[in-house]
């Protein structure tokens, strides 16, 4: 079997992925003091569709990789206007994102030398401080035009407030279910565990034992008749002892519903593990939501986007 393959998707339009550093997951105008939940859930995939034939995906942890807040300003058509930041000092190695009125201006080492109809300016990471031209030296942002500022807090100075405050928490909201038929051409070499017992590769949870043979062909006994088995163990009771070494196995299996009634909170040093393994075109499904705290300077809301990291064993 392939690798597993684990992307994230919108569960009202499961064809592009989210959650990534291009396609971040967008939670839209956060008010401090007030929960904001993701309007839609995500579904966490594991090789969606079969293409790949992968294995399951186990020990599945995430964590936040990265936040970024959006700050909407407008521009009162002054020379050499300035806007600060709220959470200072400003991760370097993330490109900020400055648009006028929906038009991205270029961010510049200097305005000295710029033309007069250059749409750039200048961002200290530092200070958080944007500051754009005087109409000689790159060009002035006309009065009334909307300015966004969009940023990630420095992580490793005092302008973590949005990581160790865990805004972000997660829960599973439920699973998409399609079985996996293991062993209808070649039956799985399983584990016997006694005479009376094996225990399959994959599981939770089996949801059909087709049979349990003495041989690759499955010809013969089928030991299982009359079993019975542990679909959230993979542990199959056979009807009649086996004697041989190896047991082989066709059965079927899918993702174990692991629906969670509470929130855990995510940060940048503390990951979040999701129950149950992922099987090949199973997923699971994930809700969000952001909680500001009421003592944040957020000024009427911050515009909130994630990006999640998903770690994970076969």
């Not at 005092?158 to 439920?174: A, C, M, R, T």
Request: proline share 4%.
């Amino acid at each position: 079997m392939a690798n597993p393959n684990l992307e994230m998707y919108q569960s009202d339009s499961p064809t592009t992925e989210v959650g990534t550093v291009g396609n971040p997951i967008d939670f839209g105008n956060c008010l401090a003091g007030e929960d904001t939940d993701l309007s839609y859930d995500l579904l966490l995939w594991n090789d969606k569709a079969s293409v790949l034939g992968s294995e399951d995906a186990k020990t599945i942890l995430v964590e936040l990789l990265r936040m970024y807040l959006t700050q909407n300003e407008v521009s009162d058509g002054a020379a050499s206007q300035t806007f600060t930041a709220t959470y200072i000092p400003v991760l370097e190695d993330v490109a900020v994102e400055i648009t006028v009125d929906t038009v991205e201006w270029t961010v510049v080492s200097s305005l000295s030398g710029q033309t007069a109809t250059a749409t750039v300016c200048t961002f200290n990471y530092t200070t958080g401080v944007l500051t754009f031209g005087d109409g000689v030296n790159g060009s002035i942002p006309t009065t009334a035009a909307d300015i966004s500022i969009v940023y990630t807090p420095d992580l490793a100075s005092h302008g973590k407030l949005v990581y160790d405050e865990q805004w972000l928490s997660i829960k599973s909201n439920g699973v998409i279910q399609n079985e996996v038929h293991v062993g209808s051409v070649t039956p799985e070499e399983s584990t016997k565990i006694d005479a009376d017992s094996v225990q399959v590769l994959h599981y939770p949870e089996l949801t059909e034992i087709v049979g349990v043979w003495d041989n690759a062909g499955k010809t013969g006994t089928n030991y299982y008749t009359s079993g019975s088995y542990d679909a959230s163990l993979g542990i199959i009771y056979l009807g009649s002892s086996l004697s041989a070494t190896t047991p082989y196995v066709e059965y079927k299996y899918q993702i174990k519903d692991d629906i969670q009634t509470s929130y855990s909170t995510l940060g940048l040093a503390e990951s979040v593990s999701l129950t149950n393994r992922i099987p090949q075109n199973n997923a699971k499904r994930i809700q969000l939501k952001i909680t500001v705290p009421s003592t944040a300077s957020t000024e009427g809301g911050a515009y909130i986007k994630v990006v999640l990291r998903v770690y994970y064993t076969f």
